[in-house]
Structures are given as C-alpha cells and as structure tokens.
C-alpha cells in the first residue's frame, strides 16, 4: 500500500523558517505536491514539482507563497522536500503531501482532485 509520510512541522515565530519533507513508499511519482488547511477553510494548493522527465522537474506555487517557499526533491529517495521562508502567522495551517502517477492535465496540480495518494498531515504554527 501506497504510504505518504510526512516529517518537519513544529511551531516557529514569525519570520521563521521550517523544512518539511514528505517520503513516498513504493514508487516514483511524477506530481507531488503540498497543500495546507487552515482550521474553518478549505484546504488549499501551495506548491507542486512535476517530473516531467527524468532530468527536467517544473515547479509551481500558490502567489501566497511565491518567493518564500522552495519545493524540492531528492529522486532517488523519492522524497519532496518544502522549504520555508520567511513564515507568517497566516501560514499557520496542516500541511498535507500529495502526489500522482500522472501529470494530469492544464493546472489540475493545484487541486485536490488531481491528486490520488495524500499524507497525514503535520501542523505548521507560526506566532507572531
């Protein structure tokens, strides 16, 4: 079975940085993604990586998190990795790996639907 396993949240203040990573059993994906929920919102697209071939990746973000957050992987441990910068309080949410088999199609990555496997979350806090 399919396992998503995410590690690196915690509480920080505000300016912060924290480093999540999400390690997938079994297979090499070629979309992987995180998406955070906010208690009371939806849970919302913040970046993906595309493995569009074997040495050429593309990376999207949310306009929430552009220029603070880096999405990363390592292929050969099959592992994503989200660095981030510059936290603020609103960045407070769980934080949830996603990833897929396919590419998918237009800019499905950056919603839940395009994504078939999902990890259990980890609690990202920022204080002000």
């Known amino acids: 079975q399919v396992q998503l396993v995410e590690s690196g949240g915690g509480s920080v203040q505000a300016g912060g940085s924290l480093r999540l990573s999400c390690a997938a059993s079994?297979?090499?994906?070629?979309?992987m993604g995180w998406f955070r929920q906010a208690p009371g919102k939806e849970r919302e697209f913040v970046a993906t990586?595309?493995?569009?071939?074997?040495?050429?990746?593309?990376?999207y973000y949310a306009d929430s998190v552009k220029g603070r957050f880096t999405i990363s992987r390592d292929n050969a441990k099959n592992t994503v990795f989200l660095q981030m910068n510059s936290l603020k309080p609103e960045d407070t949410a769980v934080y949830y790996c996603?990833?897929?088999?396919?590419?998918?199609?237009?800019?499905?990555?950056?919603?839940?639907?395009?994504?078939?496997?999902w990890g259990q979350g980890t609690q990202v806090t920022v204080s002000a």
């Open positions: 996603a990833a897929d088999s396919s590419l998918g199609f237009g800019f499905d990555y950056s919603i839940t639907s395009g994504y078939e496997y």
């Open positions: 990586i595309l493995y569009v071939t074997w040495s050429a990746q593309s990376t």
């Open positions: 079994e297979r090499t994906f070629r979309k």
